[in-house]
């Protein structure tokens, strides 16, 4: 049981010192009136170096990460993170250079950036990408102000609704409130996919447009996506591309020609940039010719062989956040996409897609799959066998799955699948470990049925137990 | 290069043992109008060598900090980096691991989230703070949401007084309509009460002021304060996390939210981002936050355990019905603050605040004996502005001499000042100022 | 699954129980079983207008999250405290334990809410409906 950080207190213990100094110094009161200075110090825990450095070592052995092994996280597109990316955004002229530095002592890093927008936009079959959003979900955001703002600008001033199939993630009706629209939720056909009619019944003048992730959340391409733009846009709406499962597509398909209007890009999932434990990310935003003049300011311009930003954008929606972007992870996403090139891209995507239809028609014998046909680069299970035999949930198979030495896949997402499992192997996942998944996941289907006491009470190798939840949220305990 | 480890010939197999004839039998649901008739055309893949040489080349085109002292801060801070924080953060088990959803398996993610808001507790005072959000500018834009949302108003008063970029990000979350921005004025470099103080009425949801302000100045807040919560208003304040080695915390001045830019914590300033935006609030507030929470519980042994908690408050669960959408936080810079802080410690962070300050009273100090001009006779924290007509040139003529200068106003220098800066940095600083060396 | 005789029901899952223009407003057990365990309580202010329809509170549980409705219009005029330092009774005793106390402007809004027996045919519909 590690002890906090607080609990490991020792005065006198730490060392930090700065060089020596010889400002003569008069009293802080004199420079700085007393009403503005602090009474108490804050409680900071007092820890020699050797032991801060064991303190973090002890927590990361308690942490599970890609490097640990497979984490078939659905929606997440958990693939390796190259190791030269790391030592990249870590050169100093990348990781010690201050965003308000004049432009010419900068030219790497606008380059870099005005490199990035350049393929990302190849990518994506878009005109323009912003680089500035820090998350999917805040490139949600202001791909949603964006929709807005067109519209605004076009004293179109009747649309207030955005439509939302009832397989998305949750950022995308969040988003649709956050921005002040409201949600008109479009249902899923038997097939999983949006239903046309249902469709054309809520489209109207009043739509500002329609938030997609394609494939779904379901790992199931919109085959009818043609048909889909052409209503939306018939309807006077915008489409908007999620792209959480862009990794399942990029350099097949493109967005872009598939009619949808703007799109944001994870470069945390498909850009093998790291998550982080929950972050930082990266959101870029790409829209078609017609609507780079809302885009967030500054963007990046080119004169010449002078790379410059361009702050003069009037229609711009403003800012999302400040400086430029999540700049160190765009650094991982570009030597990610150097390194791939156009072969390596559609490579990793076709392994992708290859690795979840491995998986899915593997594990079809031993749990419900309920659109079973091909997917993408991730598919939905469910326990719903397990459930019947022996009310396994979807839950106990998780957890059971850490004592295989896994991460669980995705669970109970999405909502419109009851128990749901949702698996995204990804393309940097080898035969023997997907073989070596699979096995596990037929032992806990066995497991389930002869031994079913071992699932419902997993998992059993991991430091701690289940968690008391219902506790933690009635009696919130959130500092030490 | 390809990071995909399966083989031609295994791939091969791995189809034939689905039944499949090539790659191509898998995107036979997308029609083939849709599909991209060629190669993307972004060249050929790189080897590991060629990028890294490319990618040297290209950081080579900067200027960084390294090379030069610089004297620029407007939020963002060159404060030193101790070794033990790269050291740390490359251990993959934190940096390539996901959002901590399953709690077994996460506990370090977890604790060191919890020891986090812990820390950001203690550093503002306040009773509980989130796992962090993308930067101050967006986290201060979401504590503007949040009053709207407590106080059912929508009048969000900002200060001129604060950076410009977080008043254009606050400006661009109001479009939604969950909240309406009014400025207040600034006068001689701090918050005009006069001005403002009139402006508080009934319909205010909050006041949103920086302590120390864009341009370094400390605000008198006491009044705004009691003004504020006499119309059932809630403060708001921006904080930068080192000044608050020597300066009054949020909490006591009476704050109800605290929301700033973490980056000064140990973060680079890697032209720009990745930074964290930190967030505290009272305990009435607690369910009102945005972003991930980690709290403690007790496992089925009962040992002391971390999990994510009061997720009802957030976009997976409350969908269309959430105040915020994010999703993510900034972990690896909240763990990055974490570090910092316990490698400098309690005594090192007053030292850096103070030594940070020292270093521009004594700029300042010498600034004046040459007959320069301070724009604004204002009690400071480590950044002021210099008078001067033509600050871009000022800043070309510093970088002939070896320095990056200060950040651009109308009409004045704005420098910075941190720990890593020396006394005879500052004297050739103003000696380029003052003319005496000459390119 | 409990349904209690002698009260109003909406289809939003609350319960009225009527005495003379007062209307003390709860959760059903239909609710609170599928809430799951409730962590809190968001309870409406004293003297509030309400609309029938309105929000008049908001129930969180460990994964759910689900707002509550008034069945009435009129004025809130009592709370329960107690639900917020122990939103468990919620899960306990749904009918024991009323949210709130409106005081009814308007008792033709009574004429739209259910009687025990269609709501539980109301229950066992969504029931089905869920599977």
């Not at chain 1, 007092?46 to 303190?55: G, I, Y």
């Amino acid at each position: 049981m590690p002890k906090l950080l607080i609990e490991k207190n020792v005065p006198g213990s730490n060392a930090f010192a700065l060089p020596p100094c010889d400002l003569n110094m008069s009293p802080l009161e004199d420079s700085i009136p007393s009403q503005f200075l602090r009474q108490d110090a804050p409680r900071i825990p007092e820890l020699s170096e050797v032991e801060a450095v064991r303190h973090y070592t002890e927590l990361s052995h308690r942490a599970y990460g890609v490097d640990d092994g497979l984490y078939p996280l659905g929606s997440c597109t958990m693939k390796y993170n190259p190791k030269i990316n790391e030592w990249a955004a870590r050169l100093p002229g990348f990781a010690h250079v201050h965003p308000y530095q004049p432009a010419r002592t900068v030219q790497g890093c606008l380059q870099l950036m005005s490199e990035t927008e350049k393929m990302l936009c190849e990518i994506a079959g878009m005109d323009r990408f912003t680089l500035q959003p820090a998350a999917g979900a805040h490139g949600e955001m202001t791909g949603a102000m964006i929709i807005k703002a067109y519209h605004t600008h076009h004293q179109d001033h009747k649309r207030t609704k955005m439509l939302i199939p009832d397989s998305a993630h949750g950022t995308n009706p969040a988003t649709t409130n956050v921005v002040g629209y409201k949600v008109v939720e479009l249902k899923s056909n038997a097939d999983g996919l949006i239903d046309l009619d249902d469709l054309r019944a809520k489209m109207d003048d009043e739509v500002a447009g329609l938030m997609l992730t394609n494939p779904n959340t379901l790992g199931l391409f919109e085959k009818d996506i043609d048909e889909i733009a052409k209503i939306v846009h018939g309807g006077g709406g915008l489409l908007y591309y999620d792209g959480a499962n862009l990794n399942a597509i990029m350099g097949v398909a493109r967005p872009g020609d598939m009619g949808f209007d703007i799109v944001h890009v994870n470069l945390h999932k498909t850009f093998s940039t790291p998550h982080g434990g929950g972050g930082p990310g990266s959101g870029p935003v790409g829209v078609k010719a017609f609507l780079a003049d809302y885009l967030p300011m500054p963007l990046i311009k080119k004169e010449g062989e002078e790379y410059s930003l361009d702050y003069d954008r009037p229609l711009s929606i403003g800012r999302v956040r400040s400086f430029y972007g999540n700049f160190g992870v765009i650094v991982k996403a570009y030597a990610y996409i150097l390194a791939l090139g156009s072969e390596g891209i559609r490579d990793a995507c076709e392994q992708a897609v290859l690795n979840a239809n491995y998986l899915r028609i593997k594990l079809r014998d031993d749990y419900h799959i309920p659109f079973d046909r091909l997917c993408k680069h991730e598919f939905v299970a469910t326990s719903r066998k397990q459930m019947e035999e022996s009310h396994i949930s979807t839950l106990d198979i998780a957890k059971r799955l850490m004592d295989y030495g896994y991460h669980p896949p995705t669970v109970y997402f999405p909502l419109i699948v009851k128990e749901a499992l949702m698996v995204e192997p990804t393309e940097t996942e080898s035969r023997e470990r997907l073989d070596d998944f699979i096995a596990a996941m037929q032992n806990i289907a066995q497991e389930s049925r002869k031994t079913p006491d071992i699932v419902l009470s997993a998992p059993h190798s991991t430091v701690i137990k289940r968690i008391d939840e219902v506790q933690a949220a009635r009696n919130p305990i959130v500092r030490w | 290069m390809r990071y995909t480890p399966n083989s031609a010939t295994v791939v091969r197999k791995m189809l034939q043992d689905i039944g499949l004839g090539s790659m191509a039998e898998l995107y036979a649901d997308i029609p083939d109008a849709l599909k991209l008739s060629r190669p993307l055309q972004l060249g050929d893949g790189l080897t590991e060598m060629s990028l890294r040489g490319h990618l040297k080349t290209m950081a080579a085109r900067n200027i960084s900090v390294e090379d030069m002292p610089c004297f620029l801060g407007a939020g963002a801070y060159d404060h030193y980096i101790p070794a033990v924080l790269e050291q740390m953060l490359q251990r993959s088990e934190f940096y390539t691991a996901y959002t901590p959803y399953q709690p077994e398996i996460s506990q370090g993610i977890l604790q060191s989230i919890f020891e986090y808001q812990s820390l950001i507790c203690e550093l503002t005072g306040m009773e509980v703070a989130n796992a962090s959000m993308y930067d101050g500018a967006s986290a201060l834009a979401e504590a503007g949401i949040i009053a709207c949302s407590v106080t059912r108003k929508l009048r969000v008063i900002v200060s001129e007084t604060i950076h410009p970029e977080y008043l254009q990000t606050m400006k661009t979350y109001a479009k939604s309509g969950h909240m309406e921005i009014v400025t207040a004025p600034a006068k001689d470099g701090v918050t005009d009460a006069e001005a403002l103080l009139p402006l508080i009425d009934g319909q205010i949801a909050a006041l949103v002021v920086q302590q120390p302000n864009f341009f370094g100045n400390l605000e008198e807040i006491g009044r705004l304060e009691q003004a504020v919560h006499a119309q059932k208003g809630m403060l708001i304040m921006a904080v930068d996390p080192i000044s608050l080695g020597i300066l009054k915390s949020p909490a006591e001045w009476g704050v109800d939210i605290v929301a700033g830019e973490g980056q000064s914590l140990g973060n680079p300033l890697s032209f720009g981002g990745p930074y964290l935006g930190f967030m505290a609030v009272s305990e009435k507030n607690m369910r009102k936050m945005p972003g991930r929470i980690v709290g403690q519980s007790l496992d089925s042994d009962g040992k002391r355990s971390f999990v994510l908690t009061l997720q009802a408050r957030e976009q997976h669960i409350r969908r269309e019905k959430a105040n915020s959408n994010i999703c993510s936080n900034e972990a690896l810079n909240a763990l990055t603050a974490s570090i910092y802080l316990t490698v400098i410690g309690p005594q090192g962070l007053r030292k850096i605040a103070l030594r940070s300050h020292q270093l521009a009273l004594y700029a300042r100090d010498n600034l004046l004996k040459r007959g320069f001009k301070i724009k604004y006779d204002q009690p400071f924290f480590r950044e002021f502005i210099v008078s001067c007509p033509d600050p871009a040139a000022i800043n070309e003529k510093l970088l002939q001499h070896g320095i990056i200068g200060g950040y651009e106003l109308q009409d004045g220098l704005m420098l910075a000042f941190t720990e890593k800066r020396t006394q005879s940095e500052i004297d050739r600083l103003i000696a380029v100022l003052g003319g005496e060396l000459h390119a | 699954m409990k349904i209690q005789e002698g009260l109003y029901y909406s289809v939003e899952h609350e319960w009225l129980r009527v005495e003379d223009d007062k209307a003390y407003v709860g959760i059903t057990d239909f609710a609170q079983q599928h809430l799951g365990d409730i962590v809190f309580v968001e309870l409406p202010e004293l003297d509030e207008a309400v609309e029938a329809g309105g929000q008049i509170g908001v129930i969180e549980s460990v994964k759910a999250v689900s707002s509550m409705f008034s069945p009435v219009s009129g004025t809130i005029i009592e709370v329960n405290e107690e639900l917020e330092n122990a939103p468990e009774l919620l899960n306990e005793d749904p009918y024991g334990q009323h949210i709130a106390v409106i005081k009814m402007n308007n008792t033709a809004d009574l004429d739209g809410l259910l009687n025990e027996t269609q709501y539980s045919e109301l229950c066992e519909k969504e029931e089905q409906g869920g599977e």
